[in-house]
């Protein structure tokens, strides 16, 4: 991936107006078209105001309108600022740290980052090639102590494309009613499936499935190809940041979390940088 510097992101958004000039240019590459004009016209930016004018008849364009953006009294440099924050780090990044760094209270903070993980849910085409699905518990931490066992975390069951892509759920349960129609829907039945001997995976050859287990007490292992080795990598990626970033998180707000290591896991290896990646999808 392109190194993408924060000198670099102040150099291309030096203000509110630089950032409202990305917009406008993404949103409309050929020009803003003029509905009263009937065609595309030359406008420009008006004063204090986050809009643009038509230079023949002097409509008005709001380019936020439609956006996270739009309603929001937040300067959009530091909407722009804390998306790329969001992006730039590897295990993300929390709205205290944002509350700090730019002088937001921490009500907008959170609020901001509430909406820019709206952006990062991402189509779930089904996997394919060599999935690995694997469940996990996640959360239910006592202050300073960790506690064993299943009691209070949230459960969740994820699936990974071998070098591809990873789908993650929160789950009520870890019961087979529940986790085959996950696979069944998230994985493609040409892919070879690898799990541990959890009975909730049994049957899976029935739905069509090329399944091969590596046994639970062997699941530091690899018996060959057969391991979960990529998707125990993305849940110690997400236990270590949710533990560390986030401390702990509400049952209600982890799948939102959940989607925002998603999304940055599936985009590790863009040639475009991830901030742009989240840009383009306000
Ligand atoms: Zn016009």
């Known amino acids: 991936m392109r190194r993408y510097t924060i000198t670099q992101f102040n150099k291309d958004f030096t203000d509110d107006n630089a950032c409202l000039g990305w917009l406008k240019a993404y949103l409309h590459p050929d020009g803003i078209y003029c509905p009263t004009c009937g065609y595309i016209t030359k406008h420009h930016k008006v004063t204090k105001r986050s809009c643009y004018a038509c230079d023949s008849c002097g409509n008005h364009v709001y380019p936020m309108a439609g956006t996270i953006f739009e309603h929001s009294a937040t300067p959009l440099k530091l909407w722009f600022y804390a998306i790329y924050l969001m992006s730039a780090t590897r295990c993300g990044i929390s709205a205290k740290q944002i509350q700090r760094e730019t002088g937001v209270t921490y009500k907008t903070a959170w609020r901001m980052f509430k909406q820019i993980r709206t952006l990062l849910q991402e189509d779930t085409q089904p996997l394919t090639g060599e999935v690995e699905v694997d469940e996990t518990y996640v959360g239910g931490m006592r202050k300073g102590k960790r506690g064993r066992g299943a009691e209070g975390k949230s459960k969740v069951i994820g699936a990974v494309q071998r070098e591809g892509r990873v789908i993650v759920q929160v789950v009520p349960d870890v019961k087979r009613h ?105």
């Open 178 to 282: 529940t986790l085959v129609p996950f696979m069944a829907s998230k994985v493609d039945r040409d892919a070879v499936l690898y799990t541990d001997t959890f009975p909730s995976y049994d049957h899976m050859t029935r739905l069509g499935y090329t399944h091969l287990r590596i046994a639970h007490q062997d699941k530091k292992w690899a018996r060959g190809r057969i391991h979960t080795n990529s998707i125990e990598g993305f849940w110690s990626l997400l236990k270590r940041g949710i533990g560390g970033v986030y401390h702990s998180v509400s049952e209600k707000y982890l799948q939102s979390y959940i989607n925002e290591y998603g999304f940055r896991y599936n985009h590790r290896k863009d040639e475009k940088p991830m901030f742009l990646t989240v840009l383009e999808k306000v």
